[in-house]
């Protein structure tokens, strides 16, 4: 008896071992999910250079969602130059892309195997051949750089980039906002990698970040402008929505521009967990992490994330600026659907027009004209194009 009762308190203690080490590495994974959603991460080489032609000018790429895409948009390839600009595709089958090459690459270049397929078709403001200067912009995160394009308006846009991208990713916009007749101020904020580094270096998705806005708000205002149009992208439209509800200076916002914005972080965390084969509860727990300042911080985070306050759906009766809402309903990393749900729950407010095809920020690079247009008209609708 003495032997059985031995073994059965050997067995509960490996048991409970057992459960003690499951609990903690259950507990790291969670952690790490969490400091995945906040860190900001490298560009990623997702596309495969297959054959480069300098005679025709075309480059062969490996068949994804994106680099099959029509439009003009951008390659960042491994080598010189570095970076290029993709016309036409000329022929796909199931297993490549041949696109023409809008950028010169000379024979003998050393082209890499790896590359990122990207909405970036500019780089540098000088692209676009408008006058610019570069500003600086005091934050309470430190100072941020910026480019402005001057125009005789006092109604200035401010562009938001998004998650892991820079101010280049806000340079499509610019023809059409100039051609209106407005200052465009493309500003970076805090830990994008062009901006001020706060120490933990993490997103707040968008909680923390719309301090660095409203400084660059306060900027315009000090120099002539006296209406505000937000323009955000991807995670920018995040950070341009907590501007609108938090700043001191939200009556100077006269209207929005949302580019496949994050318009509520759960349901893109949720989407994007799915199509990761992360199970439940694991997207669940790792929400609750960030929420909590103790894990919040063990998870790289500056601050505990707050969602309630980040559910632009939840709170949209606390908006009162018209909004132009343009995403692509195969978004495929941001899901539209709360978009949709912001513009059913504000349809005084919100104009949304269809978009489909064009993926996540790519709707410029698809539909250059459709989106060109509805930009234009929307601003000369709500009386804020010049």
Same mark, same amino acid.
């Given at each position: 008896m003495k032997s059985l009762r031995h073994a059965a308190t050997i067995g509960a203690i490996a048991l409970a071992g057992a459960a003690a080490l499951g609990a903690a590495i259950g507990g790291a994974l969670v952690l790490r999910i969490a400091r995945e959603v906040v860190t900001p991460a490298a560009r990623k080489q997702d596309t495969d250079v297959?054959?480069?032609?300098? !005679?025709?000018?075309?480059?062969? &790429? *490996?068949?994804?969602?994106?680099?099959?895409l029509p439009g003009r948009y951008g390659l960042f390839i491994e080598g010189a130059p570095g970076h290029v600009k993709l016309g036409a595709v000329l022929h796909a089958d199931q297993h490549s892309v041949r696109r023409k090459l809008l950028t010169q690459i000379d024979q003998g270049a050393q082209i890499g195997r790896r590359a990122g397929f990207s909405g970036y078709y500019y780089l540098a403001p000088d692209e676009l051949q408008l006058r610019y200067d570069s500003v600086l912009i005091g934050t309470p995160a430190g100072p941020c750089p910026a480019w402005l394009f001057p125009a005789e308006s006092t109604t200035w846009v401010i562009q938001v980039h998004g998650r892991g991208a820079t101010r280049s990713e806000c340079l499509r916009a610019v023809p059409v906002l100039h051609a209106a007749g407005l200052p465009v101020l493309i500003t970076a904020y805090r830990n994008d !990698?062009? !901006?001020?580094?706060?120490?933990?270096? *993490?997103?707040? &998705?968008?909680?923390t970040e719309w301090r660095d806005v409203d400084a660059a708000i306060g900027y315009a205002l000090r120099h002539g402008a006296e209406r505000i149009v937000l323009m955000g992208w991807s995670m920018g439209g995040a950070v341009a929505l907590q501007t609108l509800v938090s700043s001191e200076h939200s009556h100077t916002i006269a209207g929005m521009i949302l580019d496949s914005p994050v318009v509520d972080w759960r349901t893109v965390l949720r989407f994007q967990a799915k199509e990761m084969g992360l199970p439940d509860p694991l997207p669940q727990l790792a929400m609750d992490a960030l929420g909590q300042p103790w894990s919040a911080r063990l998870s790289g985070a500056d601050q505990a994330i707050p969602f309630d306050e980040l559910d632009m759906v939840a709170r949209a009766a606390e908006l009162d600026v018209p909004i132009l809402l343009l995403h692509s309903d195969d978004d495929g990393f941001v899901p539209s659907d709360?978009?949709?749900? &912001?513009?059913?729950?504000r349809p005084d407010l919100v104009t949304m027009p269809p978009f489909a095809g064009a993926r996540h920020t790519k709707l410029w690079n698809y539909d250059q004209t459709r989106w060109t247009d509805a930009i234009t008209e929307w601003l000369r609708g709500q009386g804020l194009a010049s």
């Open positions: 297959l054959a480069v032609d300098t !005679g025709a000018q075309t480059i062969e &790429l *490996s068949r994804t969602p994106d680099t099959e !990698g062009e !901006g001020p580094r706060t120490r933990p270096g *993490s997103y707040g &998705l968008g909680a709360a978009s949709h749900a &912001l513009a059913g729950a």
